[in-house]
């Protein structure tokens, strides 16, 4: 800690951690009240096999509903909710909220989806996910094989050996695991090869930074993806260009504003509707 015993550099310093303090106290104070008053909501953002041209996930993604300030976006709140453990209890109420949702599109007579839900660290190490994972798929009725599962590289590289243990116990549930991000963390190539990884999405950085690198990059990804036996999907698709060198090189999947944004669940259900 810097400290200095003269001038009002210090007392500025301390007045700005004060401060800083009192506002992460507000806000966790508030996120509590929001899950306790239904705040929060999950927009769908669908995910189209480029093969079929059919929409075959989508994924859920957080919202909270401000009464003051309107939508707030993830970034803004889920590292605090790590923080706090908080993101426990909001993690919950997504897994059950997304599982809810999709068996509900399913009893309406869509064609069935895959639903992705993005796993933070706390809860995918948290004892009893398993359990927890398998009570919420009874509970609401979904069957496993439509429910995937969303952890990061560097999740997976930390604390290998129980998360080795996980991932096998979520594919014997039979529930997908997929590596969200792919190639933005720290990661080695051997735990491809070792885990039950069944689905690598590519960070849309690679998809829409245009760079003559990233085409390698992505090139090799698919390509890595298919020897290894996982799908594949990229993120973050924009243009009609991204879109055709996507098919081109064998992408099974695409999912970015090109064809959709991330839309609430009776928007995704219109949707839905209309594509059968
Ligand atoms: P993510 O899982 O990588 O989700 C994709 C993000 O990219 C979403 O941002 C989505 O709106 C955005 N996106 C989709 N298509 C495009 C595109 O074509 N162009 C661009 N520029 N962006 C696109 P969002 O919804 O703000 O979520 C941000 C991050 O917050 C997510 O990244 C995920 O890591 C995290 N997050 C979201 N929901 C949850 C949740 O329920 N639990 C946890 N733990 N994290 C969540
Ligand atoms: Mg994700
Ligand atoms: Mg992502
Ligand atoms: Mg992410």
Not at 159 to 170: F, Q
Not at 250 to 265: A, H, N, R
């Amino acid at each position: 800690v810097i400290k200095e015993k003269h001038g009002s550099n210090y007392n500025i310093f301390e007045l700005s951690i004060a401060e800083n303090f009192k506002a992460m106290l507000t806000m966790e104070r508030e996120l509590r009240k929001a899950l306790m008053e239904g705040q929060f909501e999950l927009h769908y953002q669908p995910q189209k096999s480029l093969d079929s041209n059919k929409i075959v996930g989508v994924e859920a993604l957080l919202r909270w509903k401000h009464p003051l300030k309107s939508y707030i976006p993830p970034d803004k709140f889920i590292g605090l909710a790590e923080k706090t453990g908080l993101i426990i209890d909001i993690g919950d109420w997504v897994l059950k909220e997304a599982c809810r949702q999709n068996k509900t599109w399913q009893d309406k007579g869509f064609q069935p989806v895959i639903v992705s839900v993005n796993l933070s660290a706390k809860q995918f190490y948290q004892k009893g996910l398993v359990e927890k994972v398998e009570h919420i798929l009874n509970e609401t009725g979904l069957a496993p094989k439509y429910l995937e599962l969303e952890i990061t590289e560097t999740m997976a590289m930390t604390n290998e050996e129980n998360i080795l243990e996980t991932m096998h116990c979520l594919r014997k549930l039979g529930v997908f695991v997929s590596i969200d991000d792919f190639g933005t963390g720290y990661s080695s190539f051997k735990y491809l090869s070792v885990f039950p990884i069944t689905k690598l999405k590519i960070d849309k950085m690679f998809i829409n930074e245009n760079r003559e690198q990233n085409q390698a990059i992505v090139k090799s990804i698919i390509h890595m993806s298919h020897s290894l036996d996982m799908k594949v999907i990229a993120e973050g698709v924009e243009t009609i260009e991204q879109l055709k060198f996507l098919t081109e090189e064998k992408c099974d999947e695409m999912q970015g504003f090109y064809f959709s944004k991330p839309l609430p669940p009776e928007k995704l259900t219109k949707l839905l509707q209309t594509v059968g």
